[in-house]
C-alpha cells in the first residue's frame, strides 16, 4: 500500500512535466504525414534558416530533452546535503519543468516554420529564452544550499548566507531583468537574439558580482 501511495505522489508532482516531455512526440505523429520532405533544422542569429534536415530529425531535440529530464531527475541523489534537496523540491521540481517547457517550445517553433518557411522565429526564440530566465527567477530563492542545483559558486557553496542572499538577489533580478528584455525584444524583434543574449549574459555577471562583493564583506567581517 505504501509502494502504491508513493507512486501515485510521484505522478501527481511528475505528471505536468511528463505531458509537456510527450507533446512533441503526439505533435510530430499526428503531423508526419503532412511534414514537407525537408524541414528546417537550425536557425542563424538572426532567426534566418540555415540548414535543413529529413523530418524525422525533428526529434532529435525531444529526444534531448527527455535525457536532459532524466539527468536532472537523478543527479540530486548524489549531492550530499540531502535533506536540503529535499526541501528544495518544489523549487527544483519547476526548474525541470521549465526547461522541459523551453525545449518543447522550440521543437513547436521549428515545427511551425517547417510548415511556413518565412516564419520569423528568431524573436520569439528570444521571448522563450527570456520566459525560461523568468521562470528561473521564481525557484531561485527558494532553493537551499547543495552541490547540484542553483548558482554554485565557490563563495556561495562555503557560506550558507552568501547562497541564501545571492539566491535571493538573483530572484528578483532575473524575474525583473527578464522582463526588461522582454520588452526590449518587443520593441526591436529583428536584434531580438542578440538582447536576449546580453540580458542574460548581464544577468549571470550581475548576480556573479552581488555574489563575489557579498563574499568579501563577509571576509572583512571574520578579519576584524
Known sequence: MES???????????????????????????????????VPMHFDAHGTINRYGSPWELLILPFINVGVAAVLYFIPRLDPKQQNIHASSPAYRWIRFAIAAFFTYIFFLTQASSFNPRFDVGPL???????????????????????MIGIRLPWTLESEENWNRTHAFSGKLWTWGSLLGIVLVFLFPSVGLF???GT????????????YRLFRQQQGRHFR
Open 125 to 147: 526564440i528570444a521571448i522563450g529564452v527570456l520566459v525560461l530566465f523568468f521562470a528561473l527567477g521564481f525557484a531561485m530563492p527558494k532553493l537551499k544550499q547543495n552541490y
Open 200 to 211: 542574460v549574459i548581464a544577468l549571470a555577471i550581475g548576480t556573479s558580482v552581488y555574489s
Open 195 to 197: 538582447l536576449a543574449l
Open 4 to 38: 502504491t501511495n508513493s507512486v501515485k505522489s510521484a505522478w501527481k508532482a511528475e505528471w505536468p512535466l511528463l505531458v509537456v516531455l510527450a507533446a512533441p512526440f503526439v505533435s510530430f505523429a499526428v503531423t508526419l504525414s503532412s511534414l514537407p520532405s525537408q
